[in-house]
């Protein structure tokens, strides 16, 4: 039989968790209709456009090392993000990533995070930079495991990337802010950095 605590604790989560999936719906459904919308040819027309303004879209992902800094507890947690990026020759695209937080943590606190939403970026030769405004779900493991909660959170970003090879990237740096506001203590914020490698497909 649960206590009051719990079912305090459940009620509370509720409302959070609901706007949480909703938000995640959201951004995902913009990231597939960005997608379909790329991957239709566009009409043609008779005068040729310069080649940075020609239509198409580029496809990467790949995955990422991360470290951050987190309000609740002032923890440093290490941990692994997969990425896939969507962008337009216009500098517009879409980023979706997953992040798993679990690393150099001993009191086993875990924080988990999936994002998406619009970027733009900039091409100077070889290396690409970007900025970014994320939303999605934050999904919590408290210290030693006593409560678990769900939560909205935005991740306002950016980074750059260099281009090694004709299909692989290095991601030599993204950086992130990401804020809970409906935190269960309060808002929280919590600020990273990551680097890995992307692969592109298209």
């Known amino acids: 039989m649960k206590s009051s605590y719990q079912f305090a604790k459940v009620a509370r989560e509720k409302p959070v968790m609901l706007y949480s999936c909703r938000a995640v719906f959201l951004a ?7 997608a379909v919308v790329l991957a239709t040819p ?21 995955a990422t090392g ?11 947690l290490v941990g692994i ?17 997953g992040r798993w937080l679990m690393y150099n943590n001993p009191t086993q606190m875990q924080i988990t995070t999936y994002m998406a939403g619009p970027r733009y970026h900039v091409s100077f030769g070889k ?18 495991d006593y409560a678990k ?12 990337d260099y281009e090694w090879k004709r299909r692989i990237s290095v991601r ?12 269960t203590y309060g808002s929280m914020s919590s600020a990273g950095v990551s680097a890995g490698i992307l692969y592109r497909f298209f």
């Open 172 to 183: 030599v740096v993204d950086f992130e802010y990401q804020i809970w506001p409906q935190f």
């Open 81 to 97: 993000a997969a990425v896939v990026d969507v962008d337009t020759r216009r500098r517009l695209g879409i980023e979706a990533e």
């Open 149 to 160: 909660g769900t939560y909205l959170a935005f991740a306002p970003g950016g980074g750059v």
């Open 28 to 34: 995902f459904s913009m990231a597939a209709l960005l």
């Open 66 to 76: 991360s470290g951050y800094q987190v309000q609740y507890g002032q923890q440093q």
């Open 42 to 62: 566009g009409t043609s027309s008779a005068q040729v456009a310069a080649s940075g303004e020609q239509g198409g879209f580029s496809i990467h992902a790949g």
């Open 127 to 144: 290396f690409q930079v970007y900025g970014k405004g994320l939303v999605g779900t934050g999904q919590m493991t408290f210290p030693y």
